[in-house]
């Protein structure tokens, strides 16, 4: 597994609890996946996230969050914010996205007034442990009532939502590049706490991992298609390059189709994942709505 890159990690060091529970009530997250192939996920209550002040410059602070989750994984994320920020967003990178790659963000997001988080997803090989992404070995964990990786990181990404809500009580998006891009789709297709979703260079999931009514609602499951029409009357917002050489455009526009009003979909130049040119058209949509 790589490093990610290193931080110099000083100062501060808080506990916060998300949520809140009943003394005695088990700390695990429990899954569902009804007959349509839809899932929903309950976290548990009373998870701590321990963050530590990475710098200081100007007006924001970046601090490194790590999020114990149920089944022991510590799930690492970046946040940058200005002190009283009027919105946040979950960023879910897509493979081999750093958080070094995402440098700009904690800068020009907060700047806006945004807080950034950067989400290190299980299985990309940076700092949160996980497996390389393979569905086959996941479909065989959902046959056997086991969590398959991607529901896991799902809860992750609810839980970092929960956790910038603890923090600066303000509306929050989330935001996914590529298969980051599913993920997060999927994230704000069962949380209704999340206010808007807008995917990068990201499609549908198109694969047949076996006959059967199990494989049909296991891919459905893990389908952002499954999701993202329930997302509606909150905002959707894609974009895709038109000679996208990881993610075909058509992929692009037809995850676009199966999502409802208000939606848009924007034409960026490319080649694929989030870029500059997606920062300032986000960002300006945010600051329009939320103010600055």
Request: aromatic content about 10%.
């Amino acid at each position: 597994m790589r490093a990610a890159p290193c931080l110099a990690l000083s100062l501060i060091v808080v506990f916060v609890a998300l949520g809140a529970g009943c003394t005695g009530t088990p700390r695990t997250d429990s899954f569902n996946v009804d007959g349509a192939g839809r899932l929903s996920i309950a976290l548990a209550p009373d998870i701590e996230a321990n963050a530590t002040v990475v710098n200081t410059t100007g007006n924001v602070t970046v601090s490194h969050v790590i999020f114990t989750a149920p089944d022991g994984v510590p799930v690492t994320a970046y946040v940058a914010a200005p002190p009283d920020p009027v919105a946040a967003v979950v960023y879910v990178p897509g493979a081999n996205e750093p958080v070094s790659g995402h440098a700009g963000r904690f800068r020009t997001y907060p700047e806006a007034g945004i807080a950034f988080c950067y989400l290190d997803v299980r299985g990309n090989g940076f700092e949160t442990p996980g497996e390389p992404l393979d569905r086959r070995e996941q479909f065989e964990q959902f046959r056997q009532d086991r969590w398959p990786q991607t529901y896991r990181i799902v809860a992750d990404i609810m839980r970092a939502r929960a956790y910038l809500a603890g923090e600066y009580g303000v509306p929050a998006w989330v935001v996914g590049s590529s298969d980051g891009g599913r993920y997060a789709a999927i994230a704000a297709g069962i949380d209704p706490g999340f206010e808007g979703y807008a995917g990068v260079s990201t499609s549908p999931y198109r694969a047949q991992l076996g006959s059967g009514d199990l494989s049909r609602r296991f891919i459905a499951s893990i389908d952002p298609v499954t999701y993202v029409g329930g997302i509606s009357p909150r905002p959707v917002v894609l974009y895709h390059a038109e000679y996208d050489p990881v993610i075909p455009f058509a992929e692009g526009q037809a995850l676009f189709a199966a999502a409802r009003e208000p939606k848009s979909f924007v034409i960026i130049a490319g080649p694929h994942g989030i870029s500059p040119e997606v920062d300032a058209d986000l960002l300006s949509r945010l600051t329009q709505v939320y103010g600055s």
